[in-house]
């Protein structure tokens, strides 16, 4: 509602004075003196422009203004005034393309765009240096916000929005906690329905961007349930966070639940840990009928956020630890750290992500590209290298003498060997990628005197292969009659010969695989097999 009131001017006023006060000017200091009505115009204090950064809800561009009490958001179509008194929450989250960040402003009173209302504002902006202006004397920047900001401020892009937004909004401004993925990042790819995003796991609530953006508190969660993906049809590559709210939360009715779906296999130590030592209820499905893993278990170190973006870390993982909150100076610096950080490669940072997200089968088809060129197989020494065939085909390889000496390994598959049996105890649900993942962090992160441990057995395992070989002569290649082509006869199994002995895990299997099957009459041969060693490694 609007009210319009005309003031005629004062006729005893000298029009020829410009600084006196009109009668409408002189009413409008009267009400809002009589009313006690706090000014809600001023001049900006800090703008960002329209192409510094785009936001991803509502959809569009929009420059914002931030003045003494409110925002202004000033598009081409709509302009918004907000209050910082109706800001919930601030959030400042890195994209996996360590190009962007997310900036989320979390609204009490949504704002409206037609018949749509979006309580969650996402604006991504780059980490490009950028500078701001401040329209404040030193004197009022150092009286009202106690000299945190300063006349003009330079610093990358994301940083100067947050700073500004907590300096004058006066609101914290949350960043990512302990949590982190398999490739060390703070988010998990996954799907809200049709719609692909990004799942932020902090140190008190879920954070989900951007279609829709969701925010689940840990005090609002009944359970979650880690189930797996495509309804369990056998595939191994993804699975399924089922997130379920208390009742109290939506109203006392049927407790509503988001799933959260196609999270890559890896991540599932992650998640796993984490959640638990949040001491979220887990409702594991993949174990028998509802068991519940109370028990956290081991899983990848994870790096300290600390050292990213700065903050005391109050608390550490306890359930009464807060978010981080911002800090702008470590973030700065942080930003440096990454950008020279050379041991990590571009598939350990993630692939650029932008509005729309890279999809799980891009995923595949480039790991089965990667893995096609590890896996090449290389020639053998002992190959007639005057063998010149068609390029199409493949070489034949001849016989391995079973007498010649062991190859010598590396130091890395040394200590894959050493450590698999450890990690594939304390990660029961990782994939053979997973463990081999795992143990390929593990080894980066050896310290040097741990790793001249592995080189130096390295060293000793080549001169046992190079003595041995001194010592070895190879047999002559005597081939059949047929050329060497056919296939070795499979020897024939003698009928009177006793039976291997069993280990506990087949006596295991065999007692409990009927009673699992008539649990799980629909379950898939592979999906039973996954279920006996999941109970088995329970009880072992």
Not at 87 to 103: C, G, S, T, W
Not at 248 to 254: A, E, F, K, L, N
Not at 445 to 467: F, G, V
Request: aromatic share 8%; with cysteine; hydrophobic share 30%.
């Amino acid at each position: 509602m609007a009210v319009r009131f005309y003031i005629p001017p004062d006729p005893e006023a000298d029009p020829a004075d410009k600084t006196a006060d009109t009668a409408a000017e002189l009413l409008q200091q009267r009400i809002m003196h009589s009313a006690n009505i706090r000014k809600t115009t001023g001049d900006v204090i800090v703008s960002f422009a329209q192409n510094k950064g785009t936001f991803l809800t509502p959809r569009g561009r929009y420059s914002i203004e931030l003045y003494d009490y409110f925002l202004r958001l000033r598009g081409q179509k709509y302009d918004y005034k907000i209050k910082y008194d109706d800001i919930n929450r601030l959030f400042l989250l890195p994209k996996p393309d360590e190009v962007h960040m997310a900036f989320v402003i979390a609204l009490d009173k949504p704002i409206r765009q037609g018949q749509q209302r979006y309580q969650y504002l996402v604006l991504q902006a780059t980490k490009e240096p950028d500078e701001v202006t401040v329209n404040l004397d030193e004197e009022t920047l150092k009286n009202e916000y106690g000299g945190e900001l300063q006349p003009v401020m330079r610093g990358s892009l994301s940083n100067l929005v947050a700073k500004t937004f907590k300096v004058i909004a006066k609101k914290k401004v949350f960043i990512p906690g302990k949590f982190s993925n398999a490739a060390q990042q703070a988010c998990v790819k996954c799907a809200v329905r049709a719609n692909e995003g990004l799942l932020y796991p902090l140190e008190k609530q879920f954070v989900f961007i951007h279609k829709p953006p969701i925010l689940i508190r840990f005090n609002e969660l009944e359970s979650v349930e880690f189930q797996r993906y495509a309804g369990g049809q056998g595939s191994t590559r993804n699975f399924d966070l089922c997130v379920n709210l208390k009742s109290s939360v939506t109203g006392g009715g049927t407790p509503k639940d988001y799933t959260f779906s196609g999270i890559d296999r890896s991540d599932y130590a992650s998640l796993y840990n984490f959640l638990s030592g949040k001491k979220i209820p887990i409702k594991n499905l993949q174990g028998s009928a509802g068991v519940f893993l109370d028990e956290p278990q081991a899983g990848p170190p994870v790096y300290n956020e600390d050292e990213i973006y700065g903050g005391p870390d109050e608390g550490g993982l306890e359930e009464d630890s807060e978010d981080e909150d911002f800090d702008e100076d470590a973030a700065a610096a942080a930003e440096e750290d990454i950008s020279d950080d050379s041991d990590m490669d571009d598939d350990e940072m993630g692939s650029e992500v932008d509005e729309d997200l890279d999809s799980d089968l891009e995923e595949r088809r480039t790991d089965a590209k990667k893995k096609k060129k590890k896996s090449k197989p290389a020639v053998d020494e002992d190959e007639d290298e005057n063998d010149e065939e068609s390029p199409k085909k493949k070489r034949k390889k001849s016989k391995k003498d079973p007498k010649a000496p062991k190859k010598a390994m590396s130091a890395y598959m040394l200590y894959a060997g050493a450590a698999r049996s450890k990690v594939v105890a304390e990660n029961p649900d990782a994939s053979f990628g997973g463990i081999t993942q795992i143990i390929a962090a593990d080894f980066k992160k050896l310290s040097p005197e741990e790793r001249t441990k592995w080189d130096e057995k390295a060293n000793d395992d080549k001169q046992r292969y190079q003595d041995q070989m001194e010592d070895y002569s190879a047999p002559e290649d005597n081939n059949d009659s047929d050329g060497g082509n056919k296939a070795k006869k499979k020897a024939k199994k003698d009928p009177n010969a006793p039976k291997r002995a069993m280990t506990a895990y087949f006596f295991f299997m065999n007692e409990s695989r009927d009673r699992i099957k008539k649990e799980n009459p629909e379950a898939s041969f592979s999906e039973i097999v996954s279920q006996i060693q999941k109970l088995f490694a329970m009880i072992h």
